[in-house]
């Protein structure tokens, strides 16, 4: 079993930033992907960003040259740097963990973005 522990969320003024973190904890595999996923009100969960444990990197192309995904192995942590943010990218911040073809799911965060 992995937990995952979110943090970082808020609220934030557009074009401010913001920093997510994600840890991991519990059965932690070398191999793996991790992700962050948000959730808007009355809409679908959706891709951000995710990063393998070798660094390959995804970007969803609403957030490209925005944010960036980058992840510390010793500390088993994954980071979402978001900057120039956007009040269209309020939502519920989910941290995903992928191995051994099971995906855990971190409890969200919030982020809100507004004057």
């Known amino acids: 079993q992995v937990q995952l522990v979110e943090s970082g969320g808020g609220l934030v003024q557009p074009g401010g930033s913001l920093r997510l973190s994600c840890a991991a904890s519990?059965?932690?595999?070398?191999?793996?992907?991790m992700g962050w996923y948000r959730q808007a009100a009355g809409k679908q969960r959706e891709l951000v960003a995710s990063?393998?444990?070798?660094?390959?990197?995804n970007y969803a192309d609403f957030v490209k040259g925005r944010f960036t995904i980058s992840r510390d192995n010793a500390k088993n942590t994954v980071y979402l740097q978001m900057n120039s943010l956007k009040p269209e990218d309020t939502a519920v911040y989910y941290c995903n963990r992928k191995q051994y073809n099971l995906n855990y799911w971190g409890q969200g965060t919030q982020v809100t973005v507004s004057s």
């Open positions: 990063i393998t444990n070798s660094a390959f990197t």
């Open positions: 519990g059965s932690i595999a070398s191999f793996y992907a």
